[in-house]
T-cell receptor, first 116, second 111 residues
Framework: GENVEQHPSTLSVQEGDSAVIKCTYSDSASNYFPWYKQELGKGPQLIIDIRSNVGEKKDQRIAVTLNKTAKHFSLHITETQPEDSAVYFCAATDPISNFGNEKLTFGTGTRLTIIP | NAGVTQTPKFRILKIGQSMTLQCTQDMNHNYMYWYRQDPGMGLKLIYYSVGAGITDKGEVPNGYNVSRSTTEDFPLRLELAAPSQTSVYFC??????????FGPGTRLTVL
């Protein structure tokens, strides 16, 4: 099945600076790559996603880039704010599926701390 | 819409006890999932369902069972609880656009 590695495991950034989290995946057939934000005591929430036919996607201060050749994708957060402090997870679809894109493999998470 | 709801929020079990974690979604999604999250780890898929009456194993199914009799409900059953099942359990449902929506989680401790 798919294997997703995520780095770094912890990241501290001064408020207003940018944060970058990187993930690699193993199966070149994966075609959907979401990023989730998990606040303390809550379930993960989708913040942005990208499909394999696109190289970059942006939504206000958040962007995701995908390099299919190198099999890695990254989350970029600009002008960070205290409310960006959370755990972020990347994921990739498991191409070995019965019904198509029904399973995600998650990275181990990055704890992002924004320093005021 | 309430989205995905889970009960209970917290539970302490003794070794060997059984329990059912409840999950309900009101978005009419066909796909539903159960994950467990251990400290410092990502989410591991336990079981999933692609519609009423259809379930399949995920990465870590041992010690668990599921059923899917309706579109809305996807309960997870723990038989003979073991300390290794201490974890936070998340239920999720998936839209047609591939987005998974997660519930608030159930924190389970087995002593």
């Amino acid at each position: 099945g798919e294997n997703v590695e995520q780095h770094p495991s912890t990241l501290s950034v001064q408020e207003g600076d940018s944060a970058v989290i990187k993930c690699t995946y193993s199966d070149s057939a994966s075609n959907y790559f979401p990023w989730y934000k998990q606040e303390l005591g809550k379930g993960p929430q989708l913040i942005i996603d990208i499909r394999s036919n696109v190289g970059e996607k942006k939504d206000q201060r958040i962007a995701v880039t995908l390099n299919k050749t190198a099999k890695h994708f990254s989350l970029h957060i600009t002008e960070t704010q205290p409310e960006d402090s959370a755990v972020y997870f990347c994921a990739a679809t498991d191409p070995i599926s019965n019904f198509g894109n029904e399973k995600l493999t998650f990275g181990t998470g990055t704890r992002l701390t924004i320093i005021p | 819409n309430a989205g995905v709801t889970q009960t209970p929020k917290f539970r302490i079990l003794k070794i060997g006890q059984s329990m059912t974690l409840q999950c309900t979604q009101d978005m009419n999604h066909n796909y539903m999932y159960w994950y467990r999250q251990d400290p410092g780890m990502g989410l591991k898929l336990i079981y999933y369902s692609v519609g009423a009456g259809i379930t399949d194993k995920g990465e870590v199914p041992n010690g668990y069972n599921v059923s899917r009799s309706t579109t809305e409900d996807f309960p997870l059953r723990l038989e003979l609880a073991a300390p290794s099942q201490t974890s936070v359990y998340f239920c999720a449902s998936r839209s047609q656009a591939d987005t998974q929506y997660f519930g608030p989680g159930t924190r389970l401790t087995v002593l």
